[in-house]
């Protein structure tokens, strides 16, 4: 079609759905092939080859996808019809943000970020954060905000292959970098508690509800756009901080510092 | 604020708004700073230095970018009530589709994608294009729906940096690379003309319209956005292929070859 216009879509040909194991072997492969523990950048951060800036520029970058994960997990409470499942999301937010007295994973990412020599209202502020990171993270939030509850619930299923990155990021940062204690890597420690019951929850709502071949694919292509999303911030740190092509506007080292 | 909860505002200082040539002086500072001509990227480009893949790379990405333009203007024109504005508007969507016969901006990128040794289909099905690059032209075309008609055309003024670019393409893609020819590069020899038309129409709107210290401001903050959604895209073009770091699922060499 050289003027762009698109070739009629192919016929569907009816297909049986997987069967539950078997849909999340699917999921899961897709967790093998793509998640975010494969980028160069994690494998130079645990094994403690990052740099104190590197640090930096990651606990920045990443500190905007935490911050977004509660607006992330109120625009799909948003849409949720069932008092059910909205109270059972709810602790999402609360995981997050804190309730009254007891802080959240955000306020335990700034103490991560004080104990790297950031000054923790610069990394709240949001500045320098890398435009890719925001893009990235934005399109994260608007997906949810936007798709069928499958595919929102899908999106989160990253969390599946959370906690092995997460122990090797606390054995990592514990023994190569001095900053790291327990109380900085609080957030990292709670999440291994938190995640498998998000986990469990989330995968078993998405093997419920993919009840066909075609939400089969759905949850699997929603499941690979997050993984997705989790990938291309790191690229973009690698870029601009091992690479050292800083954007305009972004953190250079030396900004932000407590 | 450790939990990251946000300081009170600073109390607003009322402000002069800039004199209609020191705003545009401000606007025009902004692309002289972070346009995308300044990327390494372009450089290597027009200087002959991309390999054929590279090209190829630049090519399949950008047309997404190309693809979105259309829509990111049918995203204006349908929260415009004014039918003088819609009509001044509707040339941008007829310059890139085309008109009965007569092809428009994205078929010509065809002709480019044809002339680099790419199936045009293999482009126009936006497979392989790299996540960052879907993630800030989406930023883009939802900004442009989301945000003030005023910031939507002030975004819209990197064209104010375009013809430069162009011209500088179109000489060094004639000196450096075989595929290079009038055809092979029409895309690029047309915008010369299509863009200072609307350029000199967007920018005389957003003088006219950015009457207030906040509303230029908005508008500068607009522009830059604007300059990130196209920098990011050149970041990404080149940690995956001039660095060779290509993420899950974009294109690899060799795929999609006419």
Redesign the interface.
Known sequence: ???????PPPKARSREALTREAFEARLRAIGA??YHDRH?FHARLHGGRCSPDEVRAWVINRWFYQ?RIPMKDAAFMSRVEDPALRREWRSRIENHD?SDGA??G??R???LA?AVGLD??YV?SGQGV???T???V??YV?FVRDMPLLDAVASSLTEMFAPKIHADRIEGLLRHYPFADETSLSYFRTRLSEAPKDVAFGLAWVLDHADTAEKQDAAAAAL?FK???L??QL??L???YV?G?V???AWTPGEGLA
Do not use: H, N, Q, Y
Not at 1 to 7: A, E, I, N, T, V
């Open positions: 079609m050289m003027d762009g216009s698109f070739p092939a793509r160069p911050s804190g802080p959240g955000i306020a990412w700034l103490t004080r923790p209202d709240a890398l435009p890719a925001r893009f990235a934005e399109a608007r690979t993984t997705d999303v990938w291309s690229d973009a690698w870029g601009a690479e092509r954007p305009p506007g």
